[in-house]
């Protein structure tokens, strides 16, 4: 079965810009969520999607959006990127809605850095 | 909502055996257990859901004091591998919102 995939790997953008930061999840998986980890910040969450519905999100700026397609593959967006977006961000799927008796499966990551 | 874990950082010698607690102020239907070394993404260890139920790998070991609102993981007989960054991840009982730690670094040394 293949993992989580993440899509770019790195990515140098410059402040104001914007971001678009893909996820395909392990087939079968329907919910994919996202976070984003800078160094002594441990996994910060930003959002979890499930059948293509936003299920939670976490305390960051309007800036950053996302969505889930009917294939459960999820995009994220930062607008008007800052300095301080940059961060390594990964995605990670399970089966059913994080936590619970369902673990999550992390892809690679994908290392943003804004200049 | 966080969850606390401590110690923040623990150096080892291979064979000596460690603790990394998660504590939390709220209470909790689960508990999950994640390691990420260097460079790579989380790996699942253990899931230990309120009631007792428990998975993941058996080399692993997790307590979960439902009472207390913390769970405790325990490395034993420690290897060169265990080495990397230890995270709990919880879900309460009200919410369905599942938040990390910020992390336990574990350094095994020969």
């Known amino acids: 079965k293949a993992g989580v995939t993440q899509t770019p790997r790195y990515l140098i953008k410059t402040r104001g810009q914007q971001v678009t930061l893909s996820c395909s999840p392990i087939s079968g998986h329907r919910s994919v969520s996202w976070y984003q980890q800078t160094p002594g910040q441990g996994l910060q969450f930003l959002f979890e999607?499930?059948?293509?519905?936003?299920?939670n999100k976490g305390n960051f700026p309007g800036r950053f959006s996302g969505r889930q397609f009917s294939n459960s593959r999820s995009e994220m967006n930062v607008s008007t990127l800052e300095l301080g977006d940059s961060a390594l961000y990964l995605c990670?799927?399970?089966?059913?809605?994080?936590?619970?008796?369902?673990?999550?499966?992390f892809g690679p990551g994908t290392r943003l850095t804004v200049t | 909502q966080q969850p606390v874990q401590s110690p923040q950082a623990v150096i080892l010698r291979e064979g000596e055996d460690a603790v990394i607690n998660c504590s939390s102020s709220k209470a909790l239907y689960s508990v999950h257990w994640y390691r990420q070394k260097h460079g790579e993404a989380p790996v699942f260890l253990m899931i230990l859901l309120k009631g007792g139920e428990q998975k993941g790998h058996e080399k692993i070991s997790a307590s979960f004091n439902e009472k207390k609102q913390q769970s405790s993981l325990y490395l034993t007989a420690s290897q060169l591998s265990y080495s990397g960054t230890y995270f709990c991840g919880t879900e309460g009982n009200t919410g369905n919102q599942f938040y990390f730690g910020t992390g336990t670094s574990l350094t095994v040394i020969p």
């Open positions: 999607y499930f059948s293509e519905t936003q299920r």
């Open positions: 990670a799927s399970s089966l059913a809605p994080s936590g619970g008796a369902y673990e999550q499966y």
